[in-house]
């Protein structure tokens, strides 16, 4: 079985342009959830979206967004990109959604934010 | 909200030693508790996790306790190898029905030969 696959692995921005990262979950997997990883914040939760809506939404402004296709594909977008924002964005599928559901992650979009 | 602790921040051990690496959490509300391992470059890998109604879980060389009264829960590898070096995270799921999961910050584990 492919695991979690994402697109673009590596990308390179300038601040105030915005960017969308691609993900595709696990054959199967209905749920998709983004992080967000920095050496000084650790892994973040950004959102988790299950059957195209969003059911949960970590603290992180609204330039941050996502949405999930019927095919349970999904995007995040980041807009009026700002330096801080440079991180690994990682993308994590599960069968199913709420607590106690094991996620896998996929190997993550490195935005670098010039 | 939740919070988890992880410590220690760095740990480094020689060949064929044990390695143990501690969490604890904030919400008892909480029922599920991954670890992952994280190699330079890749991404979080599961390796073994642990729910509430359980208090050990055994793979191999790897294994995780559970405290739920004292709200702590470990990781412990033995006969480590050089390939067991990476940076690795524990995580609670949040206590509500969402269950999104709070990671520590993570242990940097080296294994000298």
């Known amino acids: 079985k492919a695991g979690v696959t994402q697109t673009p692995r590596y990308l390179i921005k300038t601040r105030g342009q915005q960017v969308t990262l691609s993900c595709s979950p696990i054959?199967?997997?209905?749920?998709v959830s983004w992080y967000q990883q920095t050496p000084g914040q650790g892994l973040q939760f950004l959102f988790e979206?299950?059957?195209?809506?969003?059911?949960n939404k970590g603290n992180f402004p609204g330039r941050f967004s996502g949405r999930q296709f019927s095919n349970s594909r999904s995007e995040m977008n980041v807009s009026t990109l700002e330096l801080g924002d440079s991180a690994l964005y990682l993308c994590?599928?599960?069968?199913?959604f709420g607590s106690g559901n094991t996620i896998y992650f996929g190997e993550g979009s490195w935005l670098t934010v010039v | 909200g939740e919070n988890v602790e992880q410590h220690p921040s760095t740990l480094s051990v020689q060949e064929g030693d044990s390695a143990v690496i501690k969490c604890t959490y904030s919400?008892?509300?909480?029922?599920?508790f991954p670890w992952y391992k994280q190699e330079l470059g890749k991404g979080p890998q599961l390796i073994i996790d642990?729910?509430?109604?359980?208090g050990e879980k055994k793979d191999q060389r790897i294994a995780v306790t559970l405290n739920k009264t004292a709200k702590h829960f470990s990781l412990h590898i033995t006969e480590t190898q050089p390939e067991d070096s990476a940076v690795y995270f524990c995580?609670?799921?949040?206590?509500?029905?969402?269950?999104?999961?709070?990671f520590g910050k993570g242990t940097k584990l080296s294994v000298k030969p």
């Open positions: 642990i729910r509430s109604n359980v």
């Open positions: 994590a599928s599960s069968p199913g």
């Open positions: 979206y299950f059957s195209e809506t969003q059911r």
């Open positions: 995580a609670a799921s949040d206590g509500g029905s969402q269950g999104n999961l709070i």
């Open positions: 054959s199967g997997h209905r749920s």
């Open positions: 919400d008892s509300a909480s029922n599920y």
